[in-house]
């Protein structure tokens, strides 16, 4: 990479780092090294920039302008007056699928500028109802209290309408044999990383930080909270450190689950890892766990926020199910039972 260059010892675009492959090299492990040495620059155009730049294409250009303002300190966040927090990706991704249509009507009746946009402009506009309904509202709050912030407009026109509220879902069980097909799996990393979902509600990405030292002397240490570890869960646990000690016996890599990719390296797994292959998510798994728990206890919330770390409002979504047609009565046998002897 250092002979590619038109100045040697500059650092390295990771655009041109992706080009290595087809010269014989590895990308990922060369821009993790550039990385560390401080010679890597990531112009890599991400997801939701392409997003946000194919929704804004055809716009005015002062609109655009004004949403390219906006983007930024979505995605930067602002140290200025009113100051703001950098949002997740993901929030100015729903953000933008609530919005774009709304853009493009105004352009479309032939608005310029945001400025021109009055608040019987807004109500008009948005969704009757709906998840983009409320997409589309939070977004537009937030778009013009940061152009008004930055005096590109005079008012908020969003400021002060109702808010709707997205519906929320009835969790529901899993199907029992698809469980006890995970837990059973002939992959010890597959087995293990059910087992303290299944057995103690843990979210996909707890997961995926996991440190070798947070599983120790049959306990599990995670945020503030000890757990011990259920018998399945231990089990599980030895059989998967026996299969990592074969297979990486000089890996540096200090998280509990690493597979064939983050072996060498010391980054965690990947979301996928090992659902893709298991057909079962996370979350489902973890609120078929706390389902299990709603029933157990009759709704005692307050047992349901200690362990397994949810809010109040969090925990009240679970006690929905209780009285449902097709929940109430004899529960299916759960394969997690037939050897659990803590419930956490």
């Not at 260059?5 to 993790?32: C, F, H, R, W, Y």
């Not at 879902?169 to 029992?176: A, N, S």
Request: hydrophobic residues 40%; neutral net charge.
């Amino acid at each position: 990479m250092q002979v590619l260059q038109d100045t040697p010892g500059a650092k390295i675009n990771a655009s041109d780092v992706l080009e290595l492959p087809g010269l014989g090299g590895t990308a990922a492990s060369t821009m993790e090294i550039l990385a560390a040495a401080d010679l890597l620059i990531d112009d890599r155009t991400t997801a939701v920039h392409r997003y946000f730049t194919e929704h804004a294409a055809g716009l005015p250009p002062q609109m655009r302008d004004q949403l390219c303002t906006w983007f930024e300190v979505m995605l930067g966040g602002s140290k200025n007056a009113p100051r703001r927090l950098p949002r997740h990706p993901q929030t100015a991704h729903l953000h933008i699928l609530g919005m774009a249509p709304i853009w493009h009507m105004w352009a479309n009746r032939g608005v310029q500028s945001l400025a021109e946009i009055s608040r019987e402009d807004v109500a008009a506009a948005l969704p009757p109802s709906g998840a983009n309904r409320c997409f589309a509202e939070q977004g537009l709050r937030g778009l013009f209290d940061i152009l008004k912030a930055r005096k590109q407009v005079f008012t908020n026109p969003a400021r002060g309408l109702p808010a709707t509220h997205s519906g929320s879902t009835i969790p529901l069980p899993l199907d029992t044999e698809l469980i006890r097909a995970a837990l059973n799996s002939d992959d010890p990393a597959s087995a293990l990383a059910v087992a303290p979902v299944a057995f103690h509600g843990l979210t996909g990405t707890q997961l995926q930080e996991l440190a070798l030292t947070d599983m120790r002397d049959g306990r599990l240490t995670i945020d503030d909270r000890t757990i011990p570890l259920a018998g399945p869960v231990r089990t599980r646990l030895a059989a998967y450190l026996d299969h990592r000690g074969r297979t990486w016996p000089t890996t540096i890599n200090p998280h509990l689950f690493i597979n064939r990719r983050t072996g060498p390296r010391t980054n965690r797994v990947g979301r996928g890892f090992p659902w893709v292959k298991l057909g079962v998510k996370p979350q489902a798994l973890r609120e078929d766990r706390i389902l299990q728990e709603i029933h157990a206890t009759g709704g005692d919330v307050r047992r349901i926020c200690d362990l397994f770390g949810l809010t109040v409002a969090g925990a009240m979504r679970y006690t929905t199910g209780l009285d449902a047609p097709d929940l109430t009565g004899q529960p299916a046998v759960d394969p997690r039972s037939e050897d659990r002897t803590s419930p956490s």
